[in-house]
């Protein structure tokens, strides 16, 4: 069911020439760079808007003078490092050690990436820039997630290949709410955009026609191209594929996606979610994502014409990554407690690490189709940071390629199945809360070798601090189940 609409048209996009990838997806040469300061300096705006994105997915930043940008934006800025030093609600951790009060939540570094330069539409064409951040040696911060997807982007150039190719969609409901309101109902029961089950309805698109078409234009005009963009089942939720591009430029477009769809729909008085389930009625919101790699030449790696569904070595071992690494990595894709609420049987998710040919039973599902032959990930929610996702995913699959892993037999039917299950050793079964699955990845030798001891344990830190969190909650089924009765 979910993503049909949106697949069809992707696989036209991925046929297209990879060459035709936007210009902030290159690099920036120093004449490219000019052109882009003066086009701030000739801005009728007197400010520029900046951002990081924390470790949660969270875009993070400020509004600076005009004169403020055009001083810095060759140099660095100062950026308090407390960004990775709390979570998502501004709850400062007490167990990682990159950041505390131990090291005075000191500033950082920060880089602005002149490549990622936009324009807000809905902000009076506000300057837009997203920024890394660098250790206090000049080199790129272990701890920040664009910086890890940059390395692993850059390993994939140096395994040989011309670059990965990721597009991301993403489901989320929306609600009729605000902060406020939503707040004063103590985040329950809110009032959904449109009641039923409406999955593909131009009906109730036509409905929220003025919302539909600012997504898709005003994301557009922001360098985020939305390809395609639908209502799925349940009520008032919908689904956007965002056009593919080189993994890093993917992950920017996926992030300010989630950020715009916000901002957006705040001036049509609608309040969205991609939280991954918000209701344990109703399916959960997926983040999948499509990957390919490209070759040196530019032709699709992931090809051989005379192979089995026309799955080339590189892609057998590509896959076989995936599937091997999978449970050492799914904090990265299933990152908070709610993640794992998405994760049942029979709700459009994966529970198994199991990959198949057009089966949207499994955690991989191979698309074949010449140039456009790729994988879909969909065991990553829309909750997950779209950085972390793709490194996870690239780093796995350059390491079954690496060492030429072999793929076990595609699961073909039900996935869900009694039988499937079986199939998985036991050892690769998928986590089923998120206290097992950081525990794994921060005790997994394979995840420190992909990404990095000071990552992983800073990481997983954050995770094990999310779970503790949600340890101290007492929960609205305790109180229904238990408050007269025990």
């Keep these: 069911m979910h993503r049909v609409s949106a697949l069809c048209s992707r696989a036209s996009l991925f046929r297209k020439p990879f060459a035709a990838v936007p210009r902030w997806a290159s690099s920036t040469s120093p004449v490219e760079s000019s052109k882009i300061i003066e086009s701030v300096r000739q801005s009728s705006s007197e400010l520029v808007k900046l951002a990081v994105i924390d470790i949660d997915g969270v875009p993070r930043g400020k509004f600076i003078s ?32 990159q950041v505390g009060w131990h090291t005075g939540y000191a500033d950082l570094e920060c880089k602005i990436d002149l490549r990622t330069h936009r324009e807000v539409p809905w902000e009076a064409n506000v300057p837009f820039f ?32 011309g670059q990965a190719n990721i597009g991301f969609e993403y489901e989320w409901f929306n609600f009729k709410e605000d902060a406020k309101s939503l707040a004063a109902k103590a985040f329950t029961r809110p009032e959904h955009l449109t009641p039923g089950m409406f999955g593909y309805s131009l009906l109730r698109a036509s409905q929220n026609k003025e919302f539909f078409h600012a997504l898709m234009t005003q994301l557009g005009r922001f360098g985020v191209p939305v390809e395609g963009l639908h209502t799925e089942t349940g009520p008032g939720v919908m689904e956007g594929a965002i056009q593919y591009s080189e993994a890093v430029e993917a992950a920017d477009r996926a992030a300010l996606f989630k950020m715009g769809v916000k901002e957006i729909a705040h001036g049509f008085g609608i309040m969205p979610s991609f939280m991954a389930r918000v209701n344990t009625s109703l399916p959960g919101c997926g983040g999948h994502f499509h990957v390919n790699l490209q070759a040196a030449d530019g032709t699709n790696a992931f090809v051989d014409a005379a192979a089995p569904h026309q799955m080339s070595k590189t892609f057998q071992h590509f896959l076989a990554g995936q599937l091997h690494c999978l449970p050492h990595v799914m904090p990265m894709l299933a990152p908070t407690v709610n993640s794992y609420k998405r994760l049942v049987e029979g709700f459009w998710a994966p529970t198994t690490p199991t990959w198949g ?22 065991t990553a929610g829309a909750d997950a940071n779209p950085y972390l996702a793709a490194a996870a995913s690239l780093a796995s699959g350059l390491y079954g390629i690496k060492h030429q892993l072999p793929l076990p037999a595609a699961v073909t039917g039900n996935a869900y199945g009694t039988a499937a299950a079986a199939a998985v050793d036991v050892s690769q079964r998928l986590p089923s809360n998120l206290h097992d699955a950081a525990r794994r990845m921060a005790d997994s030798p394979l995840a420190n070798e992909l990404f990095g001891e000071v990552f992983v344990d800073h990481f997983t830190s954050t995770r094990i601090w999310e779970w503790r969190q949600f340890m101290k909650s007492v929960t609205d089924y305790e109180l229904a189940r238990y408050f007269e009765i025990i």
């Design 130 to 161: 997203l920024m890394d951040f660098e250790d206090s040696s000049g080199r790129a911060l272990e701890i920040c997630p664009r910086s890890l997807l940059k390395r692993i982007a850059a390993q994939v150039k140096q395994a040989g290949f």
């Design 66 to 97: 005009k004169d403020k940008f055009l001083s810095a934006a060759t140099k660095n800025l100062a950026f308090c490092s407390v960004v990775f030093g709390w979570d998502c609600a501004d709850v400062l951790y007490d167990n990682t050690k």
């Design 357 to 378: 040919i057009e089966n949207r039973t499994v955690s991989f599902r191979v698309i074949p189709g010449g140039k456009s032959s790729r994988v879909e990930v969909r």
